[in-house]
């Protein structure tokens, strides 16, 4: 994913600052720990200062929302941005101003001179908190739509595997058909008076096989009717415990202390604000570190629970201590028992919409890999099975045809050359029908992967003369072939348009550059890369350019350092190559 800053600026800019969970996290944020509690001076006092902090945030959110329908229609992200944190800092500065004139003016409390601070404490925490709310739904959405992208290119070609099974099935079922037939034929050959033009019409039964079975190997998987799909329910929804995973170690502490230090260093000057920075600081990492000593080997419900008691508890100490050390009276500590739990859950729900993005694209990647090579693999097998069959059937049994009608037209046939054809032409029937069956694999080369992928995107290749003849190395060819799935997956995760375009040309030193390029825009981090790219090896990079998305990686030349080549390819059960 990309670095804090970006996810932040994204958020910032992304015209879906402001959305409806801005106001669900808005409204217990200004009203229950941004309240007026300092001008709260006896408990009559305390549901005027709810009810005005109530009214003000109300007045805010309602002031908000043309900012919101303005930051869906600018086209420049920057101008977005700029539109956004203004208008955010400008209502958080003026929130404490509204509060001194409804509780003061409308429920005559005590008003509150530490207008620095509160203005201070209110910008730091309507930022900071509102942004990571927009993080956090921008991850969720972004994530959902490309889960979205990556299932509906899976479930495309999962209906492309169960073609090349149906292909494979049927293919197995056309030679075996057509063998039988041909010993059938043979059979009723060899009870027959051996004539010339018996052995011919034997030769254009053989023949014709031949011809079948290499037109069947040219058929297009599109024009095979698919399987029957496996119907699987749908995974069940995640509870809201589930959703919580542990923030990055004093995300929550930090944001807090920046927002208690205004008040920190009006009480007690710098001595009391370092006090309060440490000491806050040392209990986040404390519970940091406790959320995931307890979280070990329990369920995701249970680790969600246990973050919430444990940044209760800390809440409590937290606010205790403040109370203790600052001497602080009334409701004002209270804050900390509502305020540090709610940042701790908002900063876990941000961190697992980081996490799930992650592990989803990673899992329905590799699974789209996987069902794309097996697609591709099992329709190559069968091809290379149909097209040996033709050859076996149109050399050796065509021409031990032709040799014993030879002899028959001589009448130099004897007994022992007739044991000798019916011998050869049954191994050559044998050998025609073969061993290939499910499960077989053959590597693909990449004519055949891009045709997998033909229902998901629409793909064009530009190969060089230098690079078509490196590629009959199956070495070099099952790695181009990595690279490019691994291009394609990303195309479907980040691409704005399903077209991609791949590209292999020779370098100087007998290697390859392969290129997978599509529109889109790239969402993680070029520097950091996914799994996926990283097993590609260290010439693999992937980058913006214009309005692209370009993955790039080089292989040697005889196919030597590609380290994901394995991975993507399998292993290299068979040389053969369509």
């Known amino acids: 994913m990309r670095p804090g800053t970006a996810m932040w600026w994204d958020a910032v800019t992304s015209g879906r600052f402001f959305t409806i969970w801005s106001v669900v996290v808005a409204l217990p944020l200004g009203v229950l720990v941004l309240a007026p509690y300092a001008s709260v001076e006896a408990a009559s006092d305390l549901g005027a200062a709810l009810v005005s902090s109530l009214a003000v945030t109300v007045v805010l959110i309602v002031v908000l929302v043309p900012v919101a329908l303005a930051e869906r229609r600018l086209p420049w992200g920057a101008a977005r941005g700029v539109v956004?944190?203004?208008?955010?800092?400008?209502?958080?500065?003026a929130r404490p101003f509204l509060n001194e004139a409804a509780t003061v003016g409308v429920f005559g409390l005590s008003p509150d001179p530490a207008w620095f601070e509160r203005i201070l404490t209110n910008v730091v925490a309507w930022v900071s908190v509102l942004s990571l709310v927009a993080i956090t739904e921008q991850l969720y959405a972004s994530s959902h739509a490309a889960m979205a992208r990556l299932s509906d290119a899976l479930r495309a070609v999962?209906?492309?595997?169960?073609?090349?099974?149906?292909?494979?099935r049927e293919s197995r079922e056309f030679l075996e058909a057509e063998i039988g037939t041909l010993r059938d034929a043979l059979s009723a050959l060899l009870l027959s008076k051996l004539e010339f033009e018996n052995v011919r019409d034997f030769?254009?039964?053989?023949?014709?096989?031949?011809?079948?079975a290499r037109a069947r190997a040219r058929t297009a998987l599109a024009d095979v009717l698919p399987d029957r799909?496996?119907?699987?329910?749908?995974?069940?929804?995640r509870s809201f415990l589930a959703r919580l995973r542990p923030a990055p170690v004093a995300l929550a502490g930090t944001i807090f202390a920046a927002g208690s230090a205004p008040f920190a260093f009006r009480t007690g000057g710098p001595i009391l604000l370092l006090v309060v920075a440490s000491g806050v600081l040392g209990l986040?990492?404390?519970a940091d570190h406790g959320v995931r000593r307890l979280s070990r080997h329990r369920s995701v419900r249970d680790r969600g629970a246990i973050l919430v008691i444990v940044w209760s508890i800390t809440g409590l100490v937290v606010a205790g201590a403040g109370a203790a050390v600052a001497g602080a009276g009334g409701l004002v500590p209270l804050v900390t028992i509502i305020a540090l739990p709610g940042i701790a859950v908002i900063a876990a729900l941000c961190a697992d919409a980081v996490h799930r993005g992650r592990v989803e694209a990673r899992r329905l990647g590799r699974a789209l890999r996987a069902v794309v090579r097996s697609a591709a693999e099992r329709s190559t097998a069968t091809r290379q099975s149909l097209v040996h069959a033709s050859d076996v059937l149109h050399g050796r049994v065509q021409g031990t045809c032709v040799v014993l009608a030879a002899r028959v037209d001589d009448d130099l046939a004897t007994a022992s050359d007739i044991e000798e054809f019916e011998a050869a032409v049954a191994d050559a029937l044998t050998d025609a029908l073969g061993?290939?069956?499910?499960?077989?694999?053959?590597?693909?080369?990449?004519?055949?992967?891009?045709?997998?992928?033909?229902?998901?995107?629409?793909?064009?290749?530009?190969?060089?003369?230098?690079?078509?003849?490196?590629m009959s190395d199956p070495l070099v060819s099952v790695q181009v072939v990595a690279v490019v799935a691994e291009g394609l997956v990303n195309a479907v995760k980040h691409a704005s348009e399903r077209t991609a375009f791949i590209e292999v040309t020779s370098a100087a030193d007998g290697g390859l550059t392969v290129r997978v390029i599509s529109p889109g825009e790239l969402r993680e981090d070029p520097a950091r890369g996914g799994l996926g790219i990283i097993a590609l090896g260290p010439t693999a990079r992937v980058f913006q350019r214009s309005g692209d998305v370009v993955l790039e990686a080089s292989v040697p030349a005889g196919g030597t350092g590609l380290v994901g080549a394995g991975q993507a390819g399998g292993a290299l059960h068979d040389s053969d190559s369509m």
């Open 84 to 93: 956004v944190l203004t208008s955010l800092v400008a209502a958080a500065a």
């Open 158 to 168: 999962s209906d492309e595997q169960r073609r090349a099974g149906r292909f494979e």
């Open 203 to 212: 030769s254009d039964i053989v023949r014709t096989a031949s011809h079948r």
């Open 229 to 237: 799909a496996t119907i699987f329910p749908p995974p069940p929804g």
């Open 284 to 286: 986040s990492l404390v």
């Open 435 to 470: 061993t290939t069956g499910p499960g077989t694999r053959r590597v693909a080369g990449l004519d055949e992967t891009v045709a997998a992928w033909q229902p998901v995107l629409a793909v064009e290749s530009r190969v060089d003369a230098g690079a078509k003849s490196a």
